[in-house]
C-alpha cells in the first residue's frame, strides 16, 4: 500500500500563491505518475496536473502558465505551485500517483487539502 501526505492547503486572496506537497510512502517500486486533481463544490473531480515519471507532463487549460507541477524523485514528493490565484481555484485539491508496489500498478489518493481563494 502506498499513504500520501499532502499539505500546504488554506486561504489566499486573489492574486496571491500557494505551494501544495504530496509526500508517497509504502513499499513502491515505481512510479509510474504523480498528480493532482481538485473538486469544487457540485462539481466533478477534475485534473489540474499530471507528471509522468517520462514525458509529458499535462495541465488544464485553466491553470496553464499559472501553476507549475515539479517532483523530487528521490523523496517520492510532489508539489504543486499555484500563482496567480483565482476565485474559481477555490477547491479541495487532491494528491494522485500511480505507482508499481508489486507486479500490478495501483491508483492512490491522499485524503484532500483545502485551497480557499477570496475574492
Known amino acids: 500500500q502506498v499513504q500520501l501526505v499532502e499539505s500546504g492547503g488554506g486561504l489566499v486572496q486573489a492574486g496571491g500563491s500557494l505551494r501544495l506537497s504530496c509526500a508517497a510512502s509504502?513499499?513502491?517500486?515505481?512510479?509510474?505518475?504523480m498528480g493532482w486533481y481538485r473538486q469544487a463544490p457540485g462539481k466533478q473531480r477534475e485534473l489540474v496536473a499530471r507528471?509522468?515519471?517520462?514525458?509529458?507532463?499535462l495541465y488544464a487549460d485553466s491553470v496553464k502558465g499559472r501553476f507549475t507541477i515539479s517532483r523530487d524523485n528521490a523523496k517520492y514528493t510532489v508539489y504543486l505551485q499555484m500563482n496567480s490565484l483565482k476565485p474559481e481555484d477555490t477547491a479541495v485539491y487532491y494528491c494522485?500517483?500511480?505507482?508499481?508496489?508489486?507486479?500490478?500498478?495501483?491508483?492512490?489518493w491522499g485524503q484532500g487539502t483545502q485551497v480557499t481563494v477570496s475574492s
Open positions: 494522485n500517483v500511480v505507482a508499481y508496489t508489486g507486479s500490478e500498478p495501483g491508483d492512490y
Open positions: 507528471m509522468p515519471s517520462g514525458d509529458g507532463t
Open positions: 509504502g513499499i513502491i517500486s515505481s512510479i509510474i505518475s
